[in-house]
């Protein structure tokens, strides 16, 4: 009696201790979640953490404004970080809407699909950390929400020399596929123009005239 009674209990109250959850490098609760977190494990080719590289990464609409085309993006789309260095992601998401920090590329051995992740389900921020391994390399940053990438939300980390930048990062290197949006002219577009044109000054001149006429007449003499 008395341990069906501890058990109802620990069922009762177990339930909200656990509304944050944190295994296996998994961390969730009602705001986001933190995918593959790594404090501490180091990469293989790595002897110790080399050194502590803290990002405060803006992602949201805002961003995006001057970008012709784009919806959103993060404040800053480009970073660097020496080889072992454990990166610490402050990620602050100032839409009402999902937005993600996820990075590929990583060590498969460690981090389950190369991959790590914060996603906010809203306005609100979390802080993560990874460890980077020695090579120079470049790795993707992007929001995998649907269209966001495309709309602007990508960015690169560099460790070491990099291995090049990516392509399509705003404000530092074109685009990979340019929006264009050709205008085809034929010859309607030219008959179009002239018509206009023709009316146009027609119009000018027929109002320029009505003006003088009102301008230049006589006030009645009564
Ligand atoms: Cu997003």
Redesign the pocket.
Known sequence: MKHSLLILIYFIYGNSVFAAMNHNGMIMDAAGMIMNHNPDKLPKDCKAISQDIDITIR?GHKFAQGFAGKM?TYDKRDWQAPPCARINVTFINEDA????FMIHGLPGYMYPKGMFTIELYGKGQKTGSFIVPSRDYTYYIH?E?SQ?TEKG?KGQLKVGKGSGDLDSILGLTAPLTPDIYPIHNNKYTWIALIVSLTIGIYLINYLGMKIMTLLTRQPDSK
Do not use: L, N, P
Not at 97 to 100: A, D, L, M, P, T
């Open positions: 992602g959103f809407i999902r937005h993600q929001c929400v966001h939300m």
